[in-house]
């Protein structure tokens, strides 16, 4: 299937740092991504929808000016936790659609996050 | 309303035994499509199996099974042959077609015990 490439698979900052974390499609374009939260113990949250070449939809309750998302190209989007604090420490997954319609969503890896 | 629903917070099964792992949704759309997915303790998402809303037939990929019943909007797992490496959480997911926005409403997963 499809490979989805999401780095890095861990990482640790500290309070009011900001941390970006990438995923790539490696072996299709992707049109859409998709950024989910989970927390320990729960269910993967959606927190936004990202369409490349235009401006991320984020889910009501998730500010956008805090979890900034780009799409710059068909292969990549990021996420940028801003000023990060202890209750930003989460696991951070991307999902990237291939083709249209009821198909399947290929996810990356997942992203740790670690605020001290 | 929640649009997914996993009551099974937690099931045992002893290897090479069947396990069967709950799932109802909840949807007014016509077209919509579910998925499940393995979530190992390392975090990434394996896709396992997918169900179309108008497939007949129930879906099956080697040892995983999908009870698909339309009209009792249930979607439930079947795993044969249990193996030690199935423990894991597994999560039920739904896409709705006519909405447009392609991402995954997800359970809140049920975690699968392989006892040797």
């Known amino acids: 299937g499809a490979v989805v490439s999401q780095h890095p698979s861990w990482v640790i900052c500290k309070s009011g740092t900001s941390v970006k974390i990438e995923c790539r499609s490696l072996?299709?374009?992707?049109?859409?991504m998709f950024w989910y939260r989970q927390f320990p113990k729960q269910s993967l949250m959606l927190m936004a929808t990202s369409n490349e070449g235009s401006k991320a939809t984020y889910e009501q309750g998730v500010e956008k000016d805090k979890f900034l998302i780009n799409h710059a190209s068909l292969t990549l989007s990021t996420l940028t936790v801003t000023s990060a604090h202890p209750e930003d420490s989460s696991f951070y997954i991307c999902s990237a659609l291939q083709g249209v319609g009821n198909t399947e969503a290929f996810f990356g890896q997942g992203t740790r996050l670690t605020v001290v | 309303a929640q649009k997914i629903t996993q009551t099974q917070p937690g099931m045992f099964v002893q290897e090479k035994e069947a396990v069967t792992l709950d799932c109802t949704y909840d949807?007014?759309?016509?077209?919509?499509?579910l998925f499940w997915y393995k979530q190992p303790s390392s975090g990434e998402m394996i896709f396992l199996i997918y169900q179309g809303s108008y497939d007949q037939q129930n879906a099956t990929e080697g040892r995983y099974s999908l009870n698909f019943q339309k009209a009792r909007k249930s979607a439930n797992l079947v795993i044969s042959a249990s193996q030690l490496g199935d423990s894991a959480m597994y999560f039920c997911a739904m896409r709705e077609r006519q909405t447009g926005a392609n991402n995954l409403f997800f359970g809140t997963g049920t975690r699968l015990t392989v006892i040797p």
């Open positions: 072996d299709f374009q992707a049109t859409t």
């Open positions: 949807t007014s759309d016509p077209s919509y499509g």
